[in-house]
């Protein structure tokens, strides 16, 4: 019965009023305010693409693909606003001092970096923004305008971010090109890290002849350099966005195949390995349950880092005209179009590489703070 | 340590094979032949089952494998498609300009990045470091080929046309039009003034990481015991800086050598294309686009020699400076 007094309390329905309204704005005035203008931010965000864009966000549903994702986008985001400034503060209250896990601990040491939650908050955004771009740019950004009029058009009102040489919005592109950039990067280091976990925990927990096979490849394999043995592979097929996903997947294990089995090798020898041996566990539960959870930490920041690396690297390929094909845009690809007008339309290279530099930044900057976080000899 | 050397020579031996594997079995793995670069519709089928034999592309997988082995083995890289020229003699026309840009790359990487990151270690706790670290990262996180092209707008195009500064530099090839005509003090200056762009947008992005990490080592080196006792000699702070830590500091870097030179040869084939520098970068990317294989497999067989040639240097040079670490 308490229950159901203080839904209808009057001073509680005006919270939910302003909260449903205005999301962020309670948070504001009690205090939290970085956080409470975030989310405000973010709600006018979605809610000038609601009342700017329209006409694209009410036909998005029948619409092509990347639209339909954009309107989930959109749903889900509104949903989670609404429930973080409804709940976020029953939340705080419930957020007790009992016995807290390895992550919660590592979470409350990241927030207290004011530099890697900025970082990672730009990542989001950044995301969101890639995931939203349907509703977001201004033109279709393999549009051409006029050649005669609208061609290399310094930044302006109408096309913030300038035109290229096609009479093409750059801003657009920028935009439509995030997506290529940020979605090969997580998918290409999904992939990696994947076949790194597996081959690394195994080589670690087997030892012996496989541990040293499997070390010697990834000997061979590292001595590459990584842009020339993903040349000298994509040469020889059709360039496609899901080559390029798979190949720079499939070149990045080593790296964590090294980091994990380096881990597992001093984990291997702790009492609860040894203890899951005596119970009489099965080799693959004990890598698959005991092993990798416990590599886990080194294995987030590597991946962090990771993605950053590989965006700048499918940045080059694009350059080189191995990345994804014209007029699909992507970063690298913007950069490499710029060449020929670098002093005439410097706006064409400059902002792409911007834009890389600024996401790469912001996963460098939040894998440095993953790494002091997750690691408690860095925990002060 | 001469005993040391042998056996790192030797292990470095499987690596070698391993890796020209790897580079016969990527290439046979690809879809198309190099015989397939000459279908046109003047060749009869015929003409090109005789170009095919005459390559060896008939044969079975392992016959054709043991050839390009004992090839490898014997120097020989095959013969261009595009240019009929040995491969050999390319690359031995094409290697140095890059080990020319590399080798400065590396050096204005290393002697600026240690100069930085000594600097942020004697700040510590200063806004000084905490600015270094931030602008390092932004070049840290930086393409270098991006890096080249604003490089080239400011200090080449823009310097020259825009603003009419007093220096600009060259923005492509190695050498101006009119080099044969110079006097050879002159000719130096050009060579240096080419050089001087490309190797600076390599090192720039170099030189952030090794900042990064001497830093580390050097706060490390810093709070140690000798250090106070060094300090309390009453040794000026520029000698406990640069005679005592740095000795110490540097070891760790030493590593980085050899774990960068493969990033160094990526960042090298962007910024040759970039700068139309004639090295194995371009070699290898001009060759992909001719679909020339012979000039392909073996580019990437020299790039992946030379960082196992960097990592032995490194090897080495890690046994010189540290003398705690005894390979028995």
Not at chain 1, 58 to 66: E, I, M, T, V, Y
């Amino acid at each position: 019965m308490q229950w159901s007094i203080r839904v209808f309390d009057m001073s509680d329905l005006r919270i939910v009023g302003v909260s449903i309204l205005f999301p962020g704005v309670r948070q504001v005035f009690r205090g939290r305010v970085a956080e409470g203008s975030l989310v405000l931010g973010v709600w006018l965000g979605f809610g000038w693409i609601v009342l700017a864009r329209w006409d694209r966000v009410s036909r998005a549903a029948l619409g092509p693909w990347d639209h339909k994702l954009a309107l989930l986008t959109l749903g889900l985001g509104v949903l989670s606003v609404w429930m973080w400034s409804l709940l976020s503060e029953r939340a705080a209250e419930e957020r007790s001092q009992g016995a807290r896990g390895v992550w919660a601990l590592a979470w409350s040491a990241f927030r207290k970096s004011r530099v890697a939650v900025s970082a990672a908050i730009t990542v989001t955004i950044v995301y969101l923004v890639a995931l939203l771009t349907p509703f977001l740019a201004p033109f279709d950004p393999a549009a051409q305008g006029s050649l005669l009029t609208e061609r290399l058009l310094g930044p302006s009102m109408l096309h913030p971010l300038g035109t290229d040489q096609f009479a093409r919005d750059v801003l657009s592109r920028l935009l439509y090109g995030a997506r290529i950039s940020l979605t090969i990067g997580f998918v290409a280091v999904s992939i990696s890290i994947t076949i790194g976990t597996l081959l690394g925990a195994i080589s670690g927990f087997a030892g012996g002849k496989v541990d040293a096979v499997l070390m010697r490849f990834v000997d061979m394999v590292i001595s590459f350099p990584r842009l020339v043995l993903l040349i000298a592979i994509i040469a020889f097929f059709e360039p496609s966005i899901f080559l390029i996903v798979a190949v720079l997947g499939l070149t990045q294990w080593p790296q964590p195949t090294r980091l994990v089995r380096g881990e597992v090798l001093s984990l291997r020898e702790r009492e609860f390995i040894q203890a899951g041996h005596a119970l009489g566990f099965s080799r693959s539960r004990l890598i698959l349950r005991h092993l990798i959870p416990n590599a886990l930490a080194p294995l987030i920041v590597a991946a962090t880092l990771g993605i950053g690396d590989t965006i700048v690297l499918e940045a080059g390929l694009s350059f080189l005209g191995l990345g994804v094909q014209p007029p699909t845009p992507s970063w690298g690809t913007m950069v490499a179009d710029g060449r020929d007008n670098l002093v005439g339309a410097w706006w064409i290279s400059t902002f792409p590489g911007l834009a890389i530099v600024l996401v790469v930044l912001c996963f460098n900057l939040a894998g440095d703070g993953l790494r002091d976080a997750l690691d408690p000899r860095l925990r002060s | 340590m001469m005993t040391f050397l042998i056996r790192r020579l030797l292990s470095a031996i499987p690596l070698v094979l391993g890796i020209a594997t790897i580079v016969f079995f990527l290439l046979s793995l690809a879809p198309g032949d190099a015989a397939s670069f000459l279908i046109s519709p003047n060749i009869t089928p015929e003409v090109l089952e005789q170009i095919r034999a005459n390559m060896g592309l008939d044969q079975p997988v392992h016959i054709r494998y043991l050839r390009w082995m004992s090839a490898m083995l014997r120097g020989d890289f095959g013969v261009s498609l595009t240019r009929n020229q040995p491969v050999l003699d390319i690359i031995a026309e094409i290697l140095p300009n890059t080990l020319v840009l590399s080798l400065c790359a590396f050096l204005l990487a290393f002697a600026g990045g240690i100069l930085i990151g000594v600097f942020q270690a004697v700040r510590h706790n200063r806004p000084t470091d905490g600015i270094l670290s931030v602008v390092g990262l932004f070049f840290y996180s930086m393409p270098s080929f991006w890096l080249a092209l604003m490089l080239i707008l400011v200090f080449s195009l823009g310097a020259r046309n825009l603003w009419g500064w007093p220096i600009w530099f060259p923005a492509s090839g190695m050498t101006s039009v009119d080099y044969p005509f110079m006097s050879p003090g002159e000719q130096l200056r050009d060579r240096a003034m080419h050089l001087f762009l490309p190797s600076l947008s390599l090192a720039l992005v170099l030189a952030a990481g090794i900042a990064r990490y001497v830093r580390g080592s050097m706060l490390e080196v810093i709070r140690q015991d000798y250090i106070r006792t060094a300090r309390s000699k009453g040794l000026s702070e520029f000698k406990v800086i640069f005679k005592h830590a740095l000795r110490n500091g540097l070891i760790p870097v030493a590593t980085l050598f050899g774990l960068y030179l493969p990033f160094l040869f990526s960042g090298a084939v962007l910024i040759e294309t970039v700068f139309a520098w004639p090295g194995m970068g371009r070699l290898v990317v001009d060759a992909i686009f001719q679909r020339d294989y012979p000039v392909v497999m073996a580019g990437t067989f020299v790039f992946a020699i030379m960082v196992v040639a960097g990592n032995l240097i490194a090897d080495v040079l890690y046994a010189v400076v540290d003398p705690r670490i005894r390979y028995e």
